[in-house]
């Protein structure tokens, strides 16, 4: 690895462990927040259990999300996304035409 590189890789752990403790401020954060995803699910007129399996949780999951005891993360995540913006073109998608919400 060049010096310079190594030096600059170096320097940026050094600046991260100093904002971990609280030593610096980060110069930018990124915060997404969290979808509704009671209201995503009640949009498209399905159960808990229907929406569940249509997205791939189980409902247990889907309850912690709608109670915000958890969020959804990654891929179930960008699903919702998609749900909240396109509900009718996602439910054709993932179940074909015969749910119409």
Same mark, same amino acid.
């Given at each position: 690895?060049?010096?310079? &590189?190594?030096?600059?890789?170096?320097?940026?752990?050094?600046?991260?462990?100093?904002? !971990? %403790?609280?030593?610096?401020? $980060? /110069? +930018?954060e990124?915060?997404f927040?969290?979808?509704?995803?009671?209201?995503?699910?009640?949009?498209?007129?399905?159960?808990?259990?229907?929406?569940?399996? &249509?997205?791939?949780?189980?409902?247990?999951?889907?309850?912690?999300?709608?109670?915000? !005891? %958890?969020?959804?993360?990654? $891929? /179930? +995540?960008?699903?919702?996304?998609?749900?909240?913006?396109?509900?009718?073109?996602?439910?054709?998608?993932?179940?074909?035409?015969?749910?119409?919400?």
């Amino acid at each position: 690895m060049d010096d310079a &590189l190594f030096a600059e890789l170096e320097q940026s752990i050094r600046e991260a462990g100093r904002i !971990r %403790r609280g030593e610096a401020q $980060p /110069s +930018r954060e990124f915060r997404f927040d969290a979808p509704d995803v009671k209201a995503i699910r009640e949009r498209t007129g399905l159960s808990q259990s229907g929406f569940a399996q &249509l997205i791939g949780v189980s409902v247990k999951t889907l309850q912690n999300w709608e109670q915000g !005891r %958890r969020h959804p993360q990654g $891929p /179930s +995540r960008a699903l919702l996304t998609i749900f909240h913006a396109q509900p009718r073109m996602a439910v054709a998608a993932l179940h074909g035409s015969s749910v119409h919400p």
